[in-house]
Antibody, heavy 123, light 107 residues
């Protein structure tokens, strides 16, 4: 059974750096083809993809946020970490991590999701 | 970056209705299109992947179609538990992108 759980501060101040951890079970991120993404959702708004890390340590980022984001993994701890620098009130959102699935034809999709963690940016 | 546009942004319907939501990509994405359902306070749930493949455990009243730039999600007979927000998402290339969502409400 695949599970993911996000953790991190509920409140950060403007200009601070946010560090979120996704702790997962039921799979290994050292297995070929595995990848985990971070996605966020401001209150009442749409989903926004942020970053992805693959089993081979390949990393991909949102174009608009790539200068502020860093994604990394600790395979031994079954964790993926996202850092976002220079936080602003507009970054207030629920942050989700999700494991991607892939079918036999290579189509990718967000198959398993954490429950999300709400981060509020306020002084 | 690929932009995804959903329509309508909101929709009122009754139990038993047939409902269609559309999603358009700003460039061809082949069949790299997924649909999710989200209920308030919950994580999104995968319904359809690769444009038309039904995720395991999802009721057969949900179906998807389309390719290239135009896609649809159809619910053949709305059930009370289907009132939620629906998102399309392209996985053709990173950065991945979602549509703005379609909120399905009870009439």
């Amino acid at each position: 059974q695949v599970t993911l759980r996000e953790s991190g501060p509920a409140l950060v101040k403007p200009t601070q750096t946010l560090t979120l951890t996704c702790t997962f079970s039921g799979f290994s991120l050292s297995t070929s083809g595995m990848c985990v993404s971070w996605i966020r959702q401001p209150p009442g708004k749409a989903l926004e993809w942020l970053a992805r890390i693959d089993w081979d340590d390949e990393k991909y980022y949102s174009t608009s946020l790539k200068t502020r984001l860093t994604i990394s993994k600790d395979t031994s701890k079954n964790q993926v970490v996202l850092t976002m620098t220079n936080m602003d009130p507009v970054d207030t959102a629920t942050y989700f991590c999700a494991r991607m699935g892939v079918d036999s034809s290579g189509y990718l999709y967000f198959q398993h999701w954490g429950q999300g963690t709400l981060v509020t940016v306020s002084s | 970056d690929i932009q995804m546009t959903q329509s309508p942004s909101s929709l009122s319907a009754s139990v038993g209705d047939r409902v269609t939501i559309t999603c358009r990509a700003s460039q061809s994405i082949s069949s790299y299109l997924n649909w999710y359902q989200q209920k308030p306070g919950k994580a999104p749930k995968l319904l359809i992947y690769a444009a038309s493949s039904l995720q395991s455990g999802v009721p057969s009243r949900f179906s998807g179609s389309g390719s290239a730039t135009d896609f649809t999600l159809t619910i053949s007979s709305l059930q009370p538990e289907d009132f939620a927000t629906y998102y399309c998402q392209q996985s053709y290339s990173t950065p991945y992108s979602f549509g703005q969502g379609t909120k399905l409400e009870i009439k």
